[in-house]
Structures are given as structure tokens and as C-alpha cells.
């Protein structure tokens, strides 16, 4: 119960405080009286609003604070906590003098919490008070590991090698320009032809008949004949 009150006096604080804070949980339907949402329309539904200052409240604005008997007895614990004497600089309450403070706290707020006795008395017998010292807890023992046996060989794995990485570093075959020049073709188009074939030979087909020879014997006959000097032979081609 002693830090449900403290939660109500650091929103006091707040929201006396910072004007983003008031902003920001007003738009949630908070108000200054407790955290949470408290303020309502005629409907008794949640009511977003935006207070002036710090000061506000939501009724100037037509709006209504629903505080149940919970959040009353929460806000009684907060003024309650603000009459106590801060200790000097430097120091700390007792744990005597804080149980004694917590106690006062529990008595104003006990009658909105009926369940928070949860003795065997159904809340008859004295309420127990929250512990405030720390409990130091004793080291823990280290941890030894177990020996691992290394004369065992390691048992053989049946899992199947990675297969070797594939890398196709041809450009597509679909898409290379280079493709369309026969005589530009890349590397990769030319090492998958085969060898080229070397063009047939030139051969020459004669059309025209073949020229006349005439008898050599006819010839020579006839130019002894009709030739009054020495015979000759006269040869034309």
C-alpha cells in the first residue's frame, strides 16, 4: 500500500510539473486527483480532454471525475505521506521509523482494501507490515564440469557432402546483342560451334564446244604443194 501512495504522489508531481506529461495523460482521460482514467462524460464513458494548466480541472470543461473508494483511500495515503518529515541530507529512516510510517499509511487506506489481510483470521489478526531490508542471499557454489572422454573417436556422419557451387558466368543467350554479327561473336557462342569447314574448290565448267584441230598431216601436205621453195612447217595456233 506504501507504493501504490507513492505512485499517486509522483503524479501529483508530474503533472504539476511538466505540461507535456498533463498533455499526454489528459488525452487518455487522466486528471490530476489519480492516475489512471478517471474522467467521464454524462455517459460515464472515457473522456479525452486538454486542461489550461496545472490547476484545471475536468469539470470546468463539462466533464466528471469518476474516483471510486479505491482511488480515494489512494489519495488519502498520498496527502498523508506529504505530512510526514523528510529525513536530514544525507541519511535514512530506520527500518523502526519507515515500519511505523508504513503502518500509519496502512490504517487510513486498510477499510477500501478488505482483501489485502490474507491471514487465517480473514483479517481479524494484524496485518503484516511490507519488509523494507534487503536479503542477501549466499553465494552460489561453483559449478565443476564433467570430464569429457576423448579416447571415444567421434561417431561418422551420414550426412551427404555440399554439392560445389554452379557459377555460369555466359551472359543469356537470349538477350546478347553480340549475337546478331557473325563475325562479333563472343567467346562463350564461338567454343560451342563446331570447327569451320573450309569452302570446296574453284572448278571451271567450259560451256563452248571444243576448238577444231585440224589434221596436222592435211596441212603440211598442202603447204609443200602450193610452196615453190624449200618446204616449211607452219604452225598456227
Avoid at 483470521?121 to 542477501?136: C, H, I, K, Q, T
Avoid at 561473336?185 to 565448267?205: I, V
Wanted: proline letters at 13%.
Amino acid at each position: 500500500m506504501w507504493f501504490k501512495c507513492q505512485r499517486v504522489r509522483k503524479h501529483w508531481n508530474d503533472w504539476d510539473t511538466f505540461a507535456t506529461y498533463r498533455e499526454s495523460k489528459s488525452g487518455f482521460g487522466w486528471c490530476r486527483l489519480s492516475p489512471g482514467k478517471t474522467v467521464t462524460n454524462l455517459a460515464g464513458e472515457s473522456q479525452p480532454w486538454k486542461p489550461t494548466d496545472a490547476k484545471d480541472t475536468p469539470q470546468a470543461h463539462g466533464h466528471y471525475s469518476d474516483m471510486d473508494d479505491k482511488r480515494l483511500a489512494m489519495s488519502m495515503g498520498a496527502e498523508l505521506i506529504n505530512t510526514f518529515p523528510r529525513p536530514p541530507t544525507g541519511t535514512y529512516l530506520t527500518p523502526g521509523e519507515q515500519r511505523e510510517r508504513t503502518m500509519k499509511v496502512f490504517e487510513v487506506v486498510k477499510e477500501a482494501f478488505p482483501l489485502y489481510c490474507d491471514s487465517d483470521d480473514e483479517g481479524l489478526g494484524e496485518a503484516r507490515p511490507a519488509v523494507f531490508s534487503r536479503e542477501f542471499l549466499a553465494p552460489l557454489r561453483p559449478v565443476t564440469k564433467a570430464a569429457v572422454d576423448t579416447t571415444t573417436p567421434p561417431p561418422v556422419s551420414k550426412a551427404r557432402p555440399a554439392a560445389a557451387p554452379t557459377t555460369n558466368n555466359n551472359p543469356c543467350q537470349v538477350t546478347d546483342n553480340r549475337l546478331r554479327d557473325i563475325n562479333n561473336l563472343p567467346e562463350w557462342a564461338l567454343a560451342g560451334l563446331p570447327p569451320p569447314t573450309p569452302p570446296p574448290p574453284h572448278t571451271f565448267s567450259h560451256t563452248h564446244p571444243p576448238l577444231h584441230t585440224p589434221n596436222l598431216t592435211q596441212t603440211i601436205t598442202y603447204i609443200t604443194s602450193h610452196s615453190q621453195t624449200t618446204p616449211f612447217c607452219y604452225l598456227t595456233h
